[in-house]
């Protein structure tokens, strides 16, 4: 069964970076496409940026876009959230999740969370001076 377990998280001033890590184990990352998505205190969890079978196929939210930046590496089964710029309006929760490449061409939205079947944990990114 396929497990994520995200990484990197943690405190970082406004303007700063962080790289997010998300490890795929008991599969082959190959076989899926990996979205990340962020839930801040008392909002809904939104899609961040996702990715399917290779960098060439990514997406990003609008308030994210220039500023974040989503890759895999298949051979090391991960796949990366690099941060950059922080804001405090970034602090949240993240998630990865994955679902099957086949089923992930089919979503309405590339990174509409209900197409994912496979989560992780989360690693709490908290942007603050």
């Known amino acids: 069964q396929v497990q994520l377990v995200e990484s990197g998280g943690g405190l970082v001033q406004p303007g700063g970076s962080l790289r997010l890590s998300c490890a795929v184990f008991g599969s082959t990352l190959d076989y899926y496409a990996i979205g990340w998505f962020r839930q801040a205190p008392g909002k809904e969890r939104e899609g961040v940026s996702c990715?399917?079978?290779?960098?060439?196929?990514?997406y990003y939210e609008d308030s994210v876009k220039g500023r974040f930046t989503i890759t895999r590496d298949n051979a090391k089964n991960t796949v990366y959230l690099q941060m950059n710029s922080l804001k405090p309006e970034d602090t949240a929760v993240y998630f990865c999740?994955?679902?099957?490449?086949?089923?992930?061409?089919?979503?309405?939205?590339?990174?509409?969370?209900?197409?994912?079947?496979?989560w992780g944990q989360g690693t709490q990114v908290t942007v603050s001076s």
């Open positions: 990715i399917g079978f290779s960098d060439d196929s990514t």
């Open positions: 999740a994955a679902v099957y490449y086949t089923l992930w061409l089919s979503l309405p939205e590339p990174c509409g969370d209900y197409g994912y079947d496979t």
